[in-house]
């Protein structure tokens, strides 16, 4: 292993299905068959936002580039 330091992230109540790196590499999305999709500051290591209201498992997400 290289000396870089981890995050581990534990926020989804089911497995998490998808993940995307903004292109800053500062956020990161996730997605999880707990049908939420987070947003993650990757500058603080914290969780930005939940975002709800998907009617299934949240599949995939991307940002806009």
Same mark, same amino acid.
């Given at each position: 292993?290289?000396?870089? @330091? ?6 989804? =109540? #089911? /497995? ?8 800053? @590499? ?6 999880? =068959? #707990? /049908? ?8 603080? @290591? ?20």
């Amino acid at each position: 292993l290289d000396q870089k @330091g981890y995050l581990a992230y534990d926020a989804h =109540a #089911d /497995s998490v299905l998808s993940v995307d790196f903004h292109p800053s @590499g500062q956020f990161l999305l996730s997605c999880g =068959a #707990d /049908s939420k999709t987070k947003l993650w500051d990757l500058r603080v @290591g914290k969780l930005a936002y939940t975002l709800y209201g998907h009617n299934g498992q949240a599949t995939a997400g991307k940002f806009s580039y």
